[in-house]
């Protein structure tokens, strides 16, 4: 089975910190997504990234940047933690194009910041 | 702008009662339409999707889903609701770029005894 791997379950952080949050995928996809969920508000898509060294934006950017050095992994950065910015982080890969056979996700990061 | 919309935030079903949770999208051409649902504390698991051909799908779980393009709906079904069905549950559309999904807002589902 394709797994997919972010590092921390929780974590908590100061306001101003720059947070770094870690994904790893193990079937050689493609394409890797970054997600908030918030309560009533669903998923939304922060960025993506189709192939090494690239990355695209979603519909919630601000605030945030990625990194894929690597195809197994891709990061999401919080430049400078905000307590808008308290939320669960979901990263997903798929093998095909945008997603369109399916994503798989990772168990998710729970992000507090104070 | 594409979106989905699951109308029911939250609905509770006696567990064996069939359930039914809606979905529909706005998009013009023939939909990539997924569903996925949420245990407590979880990632996502991809129940079932549609693309293409037969329109009635079947899923994991016991679960089917029916898409209608007259009413641009992709509603989940199951027979038999079980305890452990108990979740959050998701639809999504590949957006009309190809690039990546479009989530609704979720429905929780609740399973009474």
């Known amino acids: 089975d394709v797994k997919v791997t972010q590092s921390s379950r929780y974590l908590v952080k100061r306001t101003g910190e720059k947070v770094f949050l870690e994904c790893v995928q193990d079937?050689?996809?493609?394409?890797m997504f970054w997600y908030r969920q918030d309560p009533g508000l669903g998923l939304r898509l922060i960025y993506f990234?189709?192939?090494?060294?690239?990355?695209e934006k979603g519909d919630i950017p601000e605030g945030y940047s990625v990194s894929r050095e690597k195809k197994e992994r891709f990061s999401l950065i919080l430049e400078s933690a905000s307590t808008n910015q308290t939320s669960m982080y979901l990263c997903?890969?798929?093998?095909?194009?945008?997603?369109?056979?399916?994503?798989?996700f990772g168990s998710g990061t729970r992000l507090t910041v104070v | 702008a594409q979106s989905v919309t699951q109308p029911d935030i939250h609905i509770t079903v006696s567990e064996g009662a069939s359930l039914e949770l809606r979905c529909n999208y706005s998009?013009?051409?023939?939909?990539?339409l997924f569903w996925y649902v949420q245990s407590p504390g979880q990632g996502l698991q991809l129940l079932l999707k549609?693309?293409?051909?037969?329109?009635l799908v079947q899923g994991i779980k016991g679960f089917e889903a029916e898409f209608k393009r007259s009413q641009s709906s992709f509603n989940l079904r199951k027979p038999s609701v079980h305890w452990s069905d108990a979740a959050e549950y998701f639809c999504?559309?590949?957006?009309?770029?190809?690039?990546?999904?479009?989530f609704g807002k979720g429905t929780t589902l609740s399973v009474s005894s």
């Open positions: 999504a559309v590949l957006n009309q770029a190809g690039t990546a999904l479009i």
């Open positions: 549609y693309f293409s051909g037969d329109t």
């Open positions: 997903a890969s798929s093998l095909g194009a945008g997603g369109a056979d399916g994503y798989t």
């Open positions: 990234s189709y192939d090494v060294k690239m990355k």
């Open positions: 079937m050689d996809h493609e394409n």
């Open positions: 998009y013009g051409a023939t939909p990539y």
